[in-house]
């Protein structure tokens, strides 16, 4: 099975510490979204990319946190100088290119921010 | 930007029993999807359907686009259907818009 895969699928790290986060779409998907989920709520959109463009970027994603896709295959997601706030567990999801397409999500990596 | 709200929030049901779960969203939608959220957080897809209805299995979906609103039916529920189901939208771009999740725990 080729779903979207994540890594690492856990991360604990201390407050001012960076962290870097992976996902590998569906092989065939030209579409690449991130969001956060924290404890007790619904996920919240943060970026994603069509290809290696990044198309849309939420107010959430602040300057401490960059996303790249060079390749337009596999992306990473980066927070510099964690916070205790940025605890929680950040998903990917991959979809084909076209309008209101299905998305389909990862594992997701956990994050604990000591 | 659109507002997706999810009902009830918390569902309690014996093994068996069947159960109505209701999304409603406040604007025209491009993409609605329902998911099941497994207990170690990974994002089950259930349903595509920005309208009409789809059945799998025990649970069928139905998205009334006109009237805004998208319900989930589970019947003969079983213990592991428990857990958290959300409802996402997207009118347009990227970004699915989730709603706060109905928490299912259904009792042998």
């Known amino acids: 099975d080729t779903g979207v895969s994540q890594d690492p699928r856990h991360k604990i790290t201390k407050r001012g510490q960076n962290v870097t986060f992976r996902c590998d779409p569906i092989s065939e998907h030209n579409r690449l979204y991130w969001y956060r989920q924290t404890l007790g709520q619904g996920p919240e959109f943060l970026t994603y990319?069509?290809?290696?463009?990044?198309?849309?970027k939420s107010r959430l994603l602040s300057n401490r946190f960059s996303a790249e896709r060079p390749k337009g295959s596999f992306s990473t997601l980066e927070i510099q100088r964690t916070e205790q706030g940025d605890s929680a567990m950040y998903l990917c999801?991959?979809?084909?290119?076209?309008?209101?397409?299905?998305?389909?999500f990862g594992p997701g990596t956990r994050l604990t921010v000591l | 930007g659109i507002q997706v709200e999810q009902s009830p929030p918390d569902l309690i049901l014996q093994e068996g029993a069947n159960s109505t779960l209701r999304c409603n969203f406040s604007?025209?939608?491009?993409?609605l999807q329902w998911f099941h959220q497994n207990p170690w957080g990974q994002l089950i897809n259930l349903f595509y359907?920005?309208?009409g209805t789809k059945q799998n299995g025990r649970l069928s979906a139905t998205t009334v686009a006109t009237e805004r609103y998208s319900l989930l039916y589970i019947s003969s529920s079983q213990t592991t259907d428990s857990g958290v189901y959300f409802c996402a939208a997207l009118k347009e771009g990227g970004k699915l818009i989730f709603g706060q999740g109905t928490e299912l725990s259904v009792k042998p």
């Open positions: 999801a991959s979809s084909p290119q076209g309008w209101g397409n299905e998305q389909f």
């Open positions: 990319f069509q290809n290696e463009a990044q198309l849309e």
């Open positions: 604007d025209s939608v491009n993409n």
């Open positions: 359907i920005p309208s």
